[in-house]
């Protein structure tokens, strides 16, 4: 079942103020949005410990600390990210390191750091986590396996990452091996294994394919007396970005997942970034000037890719409204970014006509990989982030300074 978009919480006039005080571009966060993308992925899984936030959609500290507070998990697939958690107050003890690539150096600070998990996905990931446990006192640390389930998932080739020719994780046949040298170790307790299928996904049938793929593995293991007791289906779950489209719902995904497992004994756990994050933020950038390019208006805008980058990356185009006026005119206004490149955009095809230079305009859904993937390229100081709540906003991490442009840098 699918939902219908839900309106744009941050109101112009609240917009318009933030960046009086603070400039453009900056980047405003609904707390409100982010509880309640939280709550819909509580009820579902019924248990917030499984819900792993993934940290790499928005790893602003007040941003976690608020999604802290629902007592949910986090997912880090660095140790930045994992320090990023801990320095927003999260215990050690809610936090899965994630099974993306990693360093024998990282995977030995995720298991020597009391986490919650760590999902290896590599062969010399596990001989480092085996290595690892040798020094370690007191209860094994729980690892996790990533399988490459070999599945197509329906989303940006960027964006796949259960493909049997992607980089992460596992194959099928290469599971058993693997299982079966932690399973001999004192110091590691494999419980899990993980996939993540890819980001943006707008089916939920590709989640129903790995799952088969996974339990049969899963009974293959068993078999041989090595059983498995979670699944950590990763992330994946799409937001609808343009004017038509609604978003997949976690509770769709969970029933699936829960028909699928019925009997299993198995328990399961998320990594949802995207579905929390995204429709919480706003990008606010002014318009700098207009010109006829090739014929089509453009808009050229002070926050380009720099800012934001997920139309020159993924060609994502994510809705553009003016903060004062309306939409209007035919489909052809280009809305570019400042630097020196001319794929430097936010968005094309738009219905911004009546928009004047010195204008406002609101970037809609960048909460998740928005200010994250910014970049200092050109030197330009990144923007500041708001969070607004019921009791006000506040900034809650400064504009960069030309200063921090070349912090650790000297000259000669
Ligand atoms: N778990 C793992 C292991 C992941 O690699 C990811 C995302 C997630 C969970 C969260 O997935 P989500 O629920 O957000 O789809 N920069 C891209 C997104 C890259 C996501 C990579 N991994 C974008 O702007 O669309």
């Not at 990533?146 to 940006?156: D, E, K, L, S």
């Not at 068993?222 to 609604?246: H, Q």
Request: with cysteine.
């Amino acid at each position: 079942m699918l939902t219908v978009r839900p309106e744009p919480s941050l109101d112009p006039q609240l917009l318009a103020e933030i960046v009086r005080e603070h400039g453009t571009p900056a980047y405003v966060y609904d707390a409100r949005v982010l509880d309640g993308n939280v709550r819909r992925w509580v009820e579902a899984v019924g248990d917030p410990s499984r819900v792993c936030y993934a940290v790499k959609a928005n790893y602003n500290l007040a941003v976690l600390a608020r999604l802290a507070s629902h007592g949910i998990g986090f997912e880090a697939s660095t140790v930045g990210e994992m320090a990023r958690a801990l320095a927003a107050g999260i215990a050690p003890g809610r936090i899965v390191l994630g099974g993306v690539p990693k360093s024998p150096q990282a995977v030995a600070v995720g298991i020597g750091r009391g986490l919650d998990l760590v999902v290896l996905q590599a062969a010399h990931e596990v001989e480092a986590a085996i290595e690892a446990s040798t020094s370690l006192s007191g209860a094994p640390a729980r690892v996790g396996l990533r399988v490459r389930p070999g599945i197509r998932a329906g989303a940006h080739p960027s964006l796949e990452t259960g493909r049997a020719d992607a980089k992460f994780g596992f194959g099928p046949s290469e599971i058993r091996d693997a299982w079966e040298a932690l399973s001999r170790t004192d110091g590691l307790r494999p419980t899990t294994l993980a996939f993540h299928l890819g980001s943006g996904l707008d089916s939920l049938t590709p989640y129903e394919a790995a799952i088969d793929v996974l339990l049969g593995i899963v009974g293959d293991l068993e078999a041989s007396g090595r059983p498995v007791r979670e699944l950590d289906l990763g992330g994946g779950l799409g937001v609808a970005y343009g004017d038509t489209g609604s978003d997949l719902e976690p509770a769709d995904l969970v029933r699936i997942v829960d028909e699928r497992l019925a009997g299993s004994g198995l328990t399961t756990r998320y990594e949802p970034g995207r579905s929390i994050a995204a429709r919480a933020g706003t990008l606010v950038t002014r318009v700098l000037y207009r010109r006829e390019r090739d014929g089509h208006p453009a808009l050229v805008c002070d926050g380009g890719f720099t800012d934001f980058g997920r139309y020159s990356l993924y060609g994502a185009q994510h809705r553009i409204e003016p903060l004062e006026g309306r939409l209007e005119g035919p489909e052809t206004v280009e809305v570019l970014g400042p630097t020196c490149e001319s794929g430097d955009k936010l968005g094309t095809g738009r219905r911004l006509h009546g928009v004047q230079p010195g204008d406002l305009l609101a970037v809609r859904d960048v909460g998740a990989y928005g200010f994250v993937m910014a970049s200092n390229y050109n030197a330009r100081p990144r923007p500041a982030e708001v969070l607004v709540d019921d009791g006000g906003w506040k900034v809650v991490r400064q504009r960069e300074s030309l200063e921090d442009l070349w912090r650790g840098e000297t000259v000669g």
